[in-house]
């Protein structure tokens, strides 16, 4: 009996969990690993920057810090989308710098088994795998999980400090 405990016990500790936010972008719903978000806010006025990459939408002011904001459905290469009551920034700190990231509306947190998921196939919703970690199977959806370290590249990040 002790040894069948023991068992049970050790394949539980061993399922690792994944916490991730969950967000839609277009009918598809997305998870970013939960420790990377720093905060979660409703849309606000975004200040546009001359001159800044394509794939920046401008900056806000966040408590005093100016960041730079990415529309993910641009950086996607989906088509615009008006903001709406649904409407967030994500923000996360990416190698050091702090950006948020436009997103069409946050779902839920999630923990889900890093056993159900699987790594992704070429092209997934339309998005290039070089985006995507993973894609985790639901009971009835898939969740796409982003690589925040891949969103961007080295020059873009550069270019994102001079915006």
Known sequence: MASAMQTSARTTTSEELLQLVSFHI???????????????????EITRVPNAPPFVSGVINLRGRVIPI????????????????NTRIIV????GRVVGFV?????EVLRI????TEP???MVAGIGSEYITAVGKLEDRLLILIDLERILTSTEQEQLTAA
């Open 26 to 44: 277009g009918s598809e719903e997305f998870g970013l690993d939960i420790l990377r978000v720093q905060e979660i806010n409703r849309m606000v």
């Open 70 to 85: 990415v529309d993910l459905r641009e950086r996607f290469g989906l088509s615009k989308k008006e903001n709406d009551k």
């Open 92 to 95: 996360v700190e990416l190698k």
């Open 103 to 107: 997103v069409d509306s946050v779902q």
């Open 113 to 116: 088994p890093k056993n159900i």
């Open 120 to 122: 992704p196939p070429p």
